[in-house]
């Protein structure tokens, strides 16, 4: 296909889609009312109604839409590839994708039958009106959970992707020894330091970043007081693509919210409120054994944080909403993975009476409560709140718990890691992986909650800056080598695993933007 067939395609694709959406109803709403305006002439109506538009800021709102539809549909390729091809092209990577999605919900069938709870049940009245009562405060409720466990934890998951081999891949043809040392085999292309200080050029030494205590060439408050000034202009002028690029610098604190919220074109209308409540009113009419496995990893992580214990009330909320988001089953169209299915009661094998189980299509794992977390400390609004996590996980985190070969794709990421480290402190992995210590060991769990629960608020506020602003998770997998890089002479003092996990154990003191310019733009290459 030539460039311009990719265009047309791109274009009619969008329009599509846009079509059946609630802003274009608006938009058409807004231009037969202007019809009534004095100003409209009939000589000129296609030109004075456009003018109105863009005057009135349903342009700009258009814009922003388009925008956010380029950044989640799926990517072009040929018109005759099979649908599984679009989610995602290796063969290999999808049927371990479906191996894993079977063995996780024979895990919860399991758990349902060992435990005599269904996968959903209707609630009796007097437990809706209890939990009614109750909503603006689940935490105060000591259910017994300690039945339940987590349907997987991180390093289940990463043995899985330690297990990927491509079969037409044969390793001895390699060109260096070093791709043996490290776990991941999968022979993916991913970035080296020359084509990172590229992709993110505007983290290099001399350009003024927030979250430095000092810059070499601009005096702080100078730079701060400026910056704030423009990102007050981004914030005015409601242009996502603008606030995307702004966000590469990292947000102020007091704009995060508006910014965010902005590059995820996420609006918070009446609808998007109404569409809450009514998530909400799932919540209340019927009961999930999902629901249990949310309250159980909220109790294990978030309550059991120090930055994050306060928002347990709001965890609750927006996990317990996200379980019955069918919305969120779109993202299907270009995640590897496939919404799991349950049957109805005595129908097990009649593909009629097979339902999406839980209704968003994503069962919850160990951690999984650390995603929205951080997020407590943006928005106050719950509605709000639940809207910006929603767009954050169709866009980004997603990607952490499934398996393919995107670029910002968990296996990706891991290879990523494993191939910094060799490059560039060769000695530091090697003594690691003699001793039993792989660092992918180490730091999987970090990666796979995109460092939530393990840095501090701020610092983790200023990565996910950088992951919104460039519209990828590479910047995680940087970190993380940045951080072996920091502590590699302490590293290279350890005997064993438990060892350097306790070299590692702490991250909340780390500053993270100076780690990852310095791994990046003063590593020798």
């Known amino acids: 296909m030539n460039e311009g067939n990719d265009l047309s395609l791109t274009i009619a694709r969008i329009v599509q889609r846009l079509k059946g959406s609630h802003l274009h109803s608006q938009i058409e ?5 202007c019809l009534h305006q004095p100003e409209i002439k009939l000589e000129s109506l296609k030109e004075d109604v ?4 863009k005057t009135s800021g349903w342009e700009r709102k258009l814009q922003n839409a388009v925008y956010r539809e380029l950044h989640v549909q799926l990517p072009l390729s040929h018109p005759i590839a099979p649908a599984e091809h679009l989610k995602e092209p290796l063969a290999y990577m999808r049927k371990a994708q479906a191996s894993w999605e079977k063995r996780v919900l024979k895990s ?19 437990e809706q009106k209890e939990i009614t009562n109750k909503w603006n405060e689940m935490g105060t409720d000591e259910p017994d959970l300690s039945r339940f466990r987590p349907v997987y934890a991180p390093k289940d998951f990463l043995e899985v992707l330690i297990s990927l081999q491509n079969p037409n891949y044969d390793s001895s043809e390699a060109v260096s020894s070093r791709s043996h040392w490290g776990l991941i085999h999968s022979p993916l292309n991913v970035r080296d330091i020359p084509q990172l200080r590229r ?25 701060e007081s400026d910056y704030v000034q423009i990102g007050k202009k981004v914030v005015e002028d409601q242009d996502s693509a603008a606030a995307q690029q702004y966000s590469r610098r990292g947000c102020p604190t007091g704009l995060r919210a508006d910014l965010w919220a902005l590059i995820l074109n996420s609006t918070n209308q ?7 409540e009514q998530l909400k009113a799932g919540v209340i009419q019927h009961d999930l054994l999902v629901d249990k496995l949310i309250y159980k990893d909220v109790k294990l992580t978030a309550s059991n944080d120090d930055y994050y214990f306060v928002f347990e009330d709001f965890l609750y909320q927006v996990f317990l909403c996200f379980s019955r988001d069918t919305a969120v089953l779109e993202h299907f169209k270009y995640n590897s993975a496939t919404p799991p299915k349950a049957y109805v009661q005595g129908k097990v094998d009649d593909e009629e009476c097979a339902v999406v189980y839980p209704p968003n299509g994503v069962i919850p794992f160990h951690g999984f409560s650390m995603y ?6 943006l928005y106050n609004e719950p ?13 980004f985190f997603f990607r952490l718990h499934s398996i393919s070969s995107s ?14 480290i060799q490059t560039h402190l060769p000695q530091l992995f090697y003594h690691l992986r003699q001793i039993g210590a792989q660092p992918l060991r180490i730091a999987f769990k970090w990666m796979v909650r995109a460092f939530s629960g393990y840095l501090s608020t701020d610092q983790l506020l200023l990565l996910w800056d950088r992951i919104l602003g460039y519209e990828s998770l590479e910047i995680v997998a940087v970190l993380a080598a940045a951080v072996f890089a920091f502590r590699a002479e302490n590293l290279m003092e350890v005997t064993s695993l438990a060892s350097a996990e306790a070299v590692l154990a702490d991250l909340s003191t780390l500053k993270v933007i100076p780690l990852i310019q310095i791994f990046l733009f003063a590593t020798a290459i």
């Open 50 to 53: 456009r003018s109105f538009l």
């Open 383 to 395: 509605s709000k709140l639940y809207s910006v996590f929603r767009e954050m996980y169709i866009r």
């Open 108 to 126: 919860l069938n399991s758990m349902s039958s060992e435990l005599g709870v269904p996968l959903a049940r209707m609630r009796p009245a007097a």
């Open 407 to 420: 670029p910002s794709g968990i296996v990706s990421l891991c290879l990523q890691f494993e191939r910094l």
């Open 199 to 223: 992709s993110f050029s505007e983290l290099n030494l001399t350009t003024g970043q927030l979250g430095i205590d000092d810059h070499a060439h601009i005096h702080p408050d100078l730079f």
């Open 270 to 276: 009446p609808q998007d409120v109404m569409h809450y």
């Open 29 to 33: 709403r807004q231009a037969k009312e």
């Open 372 to 377: 929205v977390a951080p997020l407590c400390y």
